[in-house]
C-alpha cells in the first residue's frame, strides 16, 4: 500500500523560491568584482533568476544541457545558478583555479553551451577559446558601463542581457532526479572526473547542512561563504541559506585576511565557512591589529585537518568551531565535530581531541571502515582502515565514465583512511595514496605534519613515503619555514620524539622554499613525490 501524500518534487528552484516568498526582503550583500559592496533581497534574486532562465530559453538552452559558470561567490552568480537550474539545465561551477589546460579538459568534457564568467577570468577565457568548440556565448557577469573589449564569442554584458527580459516566465516541475549541477573533481591524479547532482540530492543535502549540530543556520543568522560555490556548490550554503532564510554575505574576489575581517564585522556575521589557509590569514590580520568579533558564533573550517592550534586560537576569542570533513564526491558535507554525550561537559584539552576530530555524520550518510579486502573493522577509535560512505547525496557515478565506483553494499570508497570510535566520532589518519606503508604497518602522514607545523619555526610541513629497502616505505618529512627563521633537522625531530610512536618517527627531515598546494588549496603530495623521487634515506642500509 502506498502513503497517501502529496508527489512534491525536490526541485532546487523551490528553495529560492520559498525564500522570495517567506524571507523576500532577507539581504544578499555582496563584495562585487567591480569593488562596491552591493546590496540585494532573495526576492530580487528570484526575480532577476527567473529572468535568467528567460534568456537561456532563448538562447536555446533545453534540459540537460551544461552551462558553465567560472565565477567569484557574488549575488549575480547565485542568480545564475538558480536560473540555470530553473529550466532543468545543468549548472557546471569550473573551478577557475584550476590550470588552464584542466579548465579546457573539463569544459570539452562537459560540453558546456554557454560560460558565464566574472570578468577577472575573460583573459584567461580569451586565451582558451579557440580550445573550446562546444561554447556558443560568453555572458560576462557585469553591466554595460563595465563590459570590456572582448575576442570571446557573441559576448555580452550580464547586465544587457537579462535586461532584455521582462522575467515574465514560470518553472516548472520536472523528475526531481533530473541533475542540476556538476562539479570536477580536481584530478590531482588523472583526469579530473565530473560529479552530478541531482535536484533531489541538492535538495537531501540543504536540509542534512540545515541540521542544528551541522552548519544550522537560522532566519536570524547571517553567513559569510568564503568557500567557493565552484568548491561542491560552497559545501551547500548556496542552498541552505537561501532555505532557511539565513542573510548571506558574498565575499567576491577578496579573500584576504583584511578583507574577510572587514565584511565579518561590518555586517555583524554569524556563521563563515572556508578551508584552513584562509583561517590562518585572517587570525594573522587579527592578532596583527588585535581585532575581535563579537558577532561571530562560529567558524566551519573543512577541505583538510583543521589544526588544534588553530582551534584553540578561535575558542580563545570566544568563537566556536565547527571541524567538517566531506568531498565533492558527497555534495560534499560527511562528518562535523560538536560535543555531545559523553562529552558535553569536556573541558581544555578533552574538548579540543573532540572538536579536532573530522565528527560524526548528520542523518543521511552512512559510514564504515574495511580493510583493503573490504572486511569491516571496529568502531574502537584505534583501528585505522579505508572510509566508505553511502546515502542520498552521495555519488553512484560519475559523468560519462561507465565504470561501477561502489562496492557490494552500494558504499563509495572515499579514499580517505580513518577511525571512528565507539561514539560515531570520525578522525582522519590519511589519504590512502598518501599513507605509509612502513614493514607492513601504516603510519599517518597528517599526524606527522600536525605535529611537526607546532614546531615554532616551521610554517609547513608536509610528510611522504620514501622507499627504503628493509621497510617498504618510511616518512620524510619536507618542512617550509617560517620567514626569518632557522633551525636544524636534529631540533625538529627532538621536538616531535615522545609525542608520537617511536617507529613514527621520520627518518630525515628535508627543508624546502615552498610546499606546492592544489588548486583547492591542499597539499599536493604527487609533486612533492616527484621532487623527491631520487631521494634516499642516509640511513637506508637493508
Ligand atoms: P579535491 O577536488 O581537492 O579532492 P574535495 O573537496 O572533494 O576536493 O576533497 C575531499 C578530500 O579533502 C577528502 O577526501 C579529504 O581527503 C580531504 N578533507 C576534506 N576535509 C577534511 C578535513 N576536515 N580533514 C582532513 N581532510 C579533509
Redesign the pocket.
Known sequence: MLGLMQDWPLLCHRIIEHAATIHGSQEVVTRSVEGPIVRTTYRQIHDRALKVSQKLTRDGIKLGDRVATIAWNTARHLEVWYGIMGIGAICHTVNPRLFPEQIAWIINHAQDRIVITDLTFVPILEKLADKLPSVERYVVLTDAAHMPQTTLKNAVAYESWIGEADGDFTWGTFDENTAAAMCY??GTTGDPKGVLYSHRSNVLHALMANNRDSLGTSAADTMLPVVPLF??NSWGIAFSAPSMGTKLVMPGPKLDGASVYELLDTEKVTYTAGVPTVWLMLLQHMQAHNLKLPHLKMVVC?????PRSMIQAFLDMGIGVR???????MS?IGTLATLKPPFLDAAGDAKLDVLQT?GFPPFGVEMKITDDAGAKLPWDGKTFGRLKVSGPAVSKAYFKVDSNILDEEGFFD???VATVDEHGFMR?TD?SKDVIKSGGEWISS?DLENLAVGHPAVAEAAVIGVYHPKWDERPLLIVQLKPGQTTTREDILKYMEGKIAKWWMPDDVAFVDGIPH?A?G?ILKTALRDQFKSYRFPNAAA
Open positions: 573533481t580536481s568548491h561542491a573543512g577541505g583538510s585537518a583543521m571541524h567538517a570533513w566531506g568531498m565533492t564526491e560534499p573530522q572515499t579514499g580517505d582522519i589519504r597528517i592544489t583547492t591542499k
